[in-house]
């Protein structure tokens, strides 16, 4: 039985094509579910208890450690390990990330050089492209709500630069910060409430874990608003919303999966080039569209689009 740490910020056990995706991986590369042994070592949304977390997995003498939920786990991995003698570093995947080489993760994408590879996500980098899809799709003049993880320690000055990328397009922002250690419904509530005042036209919810984790609750609130929002994954479409726009998830942690039963078989991840996803998708909720009577332009659907029409 071989060994496998899970450090998620978000939930290990609340993610479901994900997990699936990766065993995919593994199994690409020869190993069933039945030959390994998931250690959950999940900070559930609790920043600050990622280094505990990263720990607590070394401890237990896991083979390699798979980072999901961004770049707040893939540090935390990182820096635990760093305690390690050098060679004896254990190995680190993570799953999906803006930029791996922007925050240290990695030296180059095709030689990470260290003891960390994974897929770069392209997540929080297209928020700019999210923006650019609400602007061709909403016409009337206001304000362009944004709601933010305000705990989360990387992208930073993320508040400031979704601004400035807002007023490029000739809108307002109305930017809500939320703090996962608050109560999850009350912070929403809130955050909403403030948008409503706003008198926002559209929301971007920003790519990161913790919405992911309480997209029912997030979408919930963002259909009370009657006006175009916009996510990181189809799994928010699926849930009730209107569109997302990003690269696959399941790419990701399908990767994951793969380098990680490859450093199993003996492989370093210095040698093993970090992959980067080159597929973008919008995904559109025809149901949802049709509810908040909104009519997709023709501009918008040139783009490479899924409709989902049960959604």
Sequence with gaps: MRLIGILDSASWGSRGDEVNAFYQGLAGVGFSRKAIKIIDGSANNDYPRLPVCAT??????????????????????QAATLEQEKEKRTPVVFTTVANPVDCGLVTSLTSPGGNLTGTYGHTSDLE???????????????PFGILINGARPYPTHQSTALQAAVKNLGRIPVIQELNPAKPAVENMKTAFSAFKEGKIVALLVTADPYFNSK??????????????????????VQAGGLMSYGPSKEEGYRNAGEMAGQILNGQLPKDLPVRETTAFELVIS????????????????????????SA
Excluded: H, M
Excluded at 286 to 309: N, S, Y
């Design 56 to 77: 607590n997995l070394l401890n237990k003498k896991v083979e390699v450690i798979v980072a999901p939920g961004g770049p707040a786990s893939a540090r935390a991995a």
């Design 128 to 142: 700019p492209c999210r923006l650019a899809v609400l602007q061709e799709l909403v016409e009337k003049d206001g």
């Design 215 to 236: 997209r029912k609750e997030v979408i919930a609130l963002a259909n009370k608003l009657a006006v175009p929002a916009i996510y990181q994954w189809p799994s928010f």
């Design 286 to 309: 025809q149901r949802a569209a049709k509810r908040e009577g909104i009519r997709i332009p023709t501009r918008v659907l040139d783009r490479p689009v899924r409709v989902l029409r």
